[in-house]
């Protein structure tokens, strides 16, 4: 299944993708895909009910809503740095030894769609193209891979915005340039596993003012979503609806000579296999 979330900031509502141009409402079901949701019967009770709608043709067109995070608020979002090693590699970076974390605000989270807001002082604002995990049940010390598999509720489309003098040069954590406002522009929607041959085998891109920037693999992760997701949960309890980022492909504007940072005005599309795509114009903040 593939859910989503559609309306204004604030008041979207939760369907379930048919195909490009219909959807199922079930905002009668649930009131949101949020932590109660995941946490709950969620999914699983959910499917038969929108097997049933769809059999009886209670599907509904789209018609231009703007498309909202598929999932809300989520009670953390967890970044995982230098994950790929060919992004290490255009970085000067050695690749690291364990997965590298860092926490990225819950309300920098926006829809997919929605501008992003260039933060005042800002100078090297970048994107990132990244693959995000759900989680789907409350986790931690999980014992293996596969007890993994069961915590994970779907995967979504994200865009890891960062701001690279705020993240690097200004005397603090990660989280001081992951943070501002719309830095996490997430959906269209979210894919449940069933979804996926092979979440290892999905191709990653990112095209800025039509230039195409970043082309990779999620083949080339050097930890997978599995691993990840275990790994976490040894030094954090995962929450249902809880976002991990798992990392980007090379390509980003921090890895050009000179880098290519972002500017209002400019216009980034970020796509995965299977995941949908993206599209943000970056304007200046109030």
Same mark, same amino acid.
């Given at each position: 299944?593939?859910?989503?979330?559609?309306?204004?900031?604030?008041?979207?509502?939760?369907?379930?993708?048919?195909?490009?141009?219909?959807?199922?409402?079930?905002?009668?079901?649930?009131?949101?895909?949020?932590?109660?949701?995941?946490?709950?019967?969620?999914?699983?009770?959910?499917?038969? =009910? #929108? &097997?049933?709608? /769809?059999?009886? $043709? @209670?599907?509904?067109?789209?018609?231009?809503?703007?498309?909202? +995070?598929?999932? !809300?608020?989520?009670?953390?979002?967890?970044?995982?740095?230098?994950?790929?090693?060919?992004?290490?590699?255009?970085?000067?970076?050695?690749?690291?030894?364990?997965?590298?974390?860092?926490?990225?605000?819950?309300?920098?989270?926006?829809?997919?769609?929605?501008?992003?807001?260039?933060?005042?002082?800002?100078?090297?604002?970048?994107? =990132? #193209? &990244?693959?995000? /995990?759900?989680? $789907? @049940?409350?986790?931690?010390?999980?014992?293996?891979?596969?007890? +993994?598999?069961? !915590?994970?509720?779907?995967?979504?489309?994200?865009?890891?915005?960062?701001?690279?003098?705020?993240?690097?040069?200004?005397?603090?954590?990660?989280?001081?340039?992951?943070?501002?406002?719309?830095?996490?522009?997430?959906?269209?929607?979210?894919?449940?596993?069933?979804?996926?041959?092979?979440?290892?085998?999905?191709?990653?891109?990112?095209? #800025?003012?039509?230039?195409?920037?970043?082309?990779?693999?999620?083949?080339?992760?050097?930890?997978?979503?599995?691993?990840?997701?275990?790994?976490?949960?040894?030094?954090?309890?995962?929450?249902?609806?809880?976002?991990?980022?798992?990392?980007?492909?090379?390509?980003?504007?921090?890895?050009?000579?000179?880098?290519?940072?972002?500017?209002?005005?400019?216009?980034?599309?970020?796509?995965?296999?299977?995941?949908?795509?993206?599209?943000?114009?970056?304007?200046?903040?109030?």
């Amino acid at each position: 299944m593939k859910l989503m979330r559609i309306g204004e900031r604030g008041a979207e509502r939760p369907v379930v993708r048919v195909d490009a141009r219909t959807y199922i409402d079930v905002s009668d079901v649930t009131p949101d895909f949020d932590e109660a949701f995941f946490g709950g019967p969620g999914i699983a009770a959910l499917r038969p =009910e #929108v &097997e049933a709608r /769809i059999a009886a $043709g @209670r599907v509904e067109r789209f018609a231009g809503e703007r498309i909202g +995070a598929p999932i !809300a608020r989520p009670h953390q979002i967890v970044g995982i740095g230098m994950n790929f090693a060919d992004h290490a590699r255009e970085l000067g970076l050695p690749v690291p030894p364990e997965p590298l974390i860092f926490s990225k605000s819950p309300n920098s989270l926006t829809g997919p769609n929605d501008d992003v807001l260039v933060p005042r002082e800002s100078r090297k604002c970048d994107y =990132e #193209v &990244e693959l995000g /995990i759900v989680i $789907g @049940r409350r986790s931690m010390y999980l014992e293996s891979e596969d007890e +993994a598999a069961t !915590a994970i509720a779907g995967y979504v489309l994200a865009n890891d915005v960062s701001e690279r003098e705020f993240q690097q040069e200004r005397s603090g954590q990660f989280m001081k340039g992951k943070s501002a406002p719309t830095f996490a522009p997430v959906g269209p929607w979210l894919a449940t596993p069933d979804e996926f041959a092979d979440i290892r085998d999905l191709r990653m891109t990112s095209v #800025v003012n039509g230039e195409a920037r970043q082309d990779g693999s999620t083949a080339t992760m050097i930890f997978g979503p599995l691993y990840l997701v275990r790994y976490l949960s040894q030094f954090l309890t995962l929450e249902p609806g809880d976002l991990v980022l798992t990392g980007t492909p090379p390509g980003v504007g921090l890895g050009f000579s000179p880098p290519r940072f972002l500017a209002p005005g400019d216009i980034v599309e970020v796509a995965i296999d299977g995941l949908g795509s993206q599209r943000q114009t970056f304007v200046a903040a109030g």
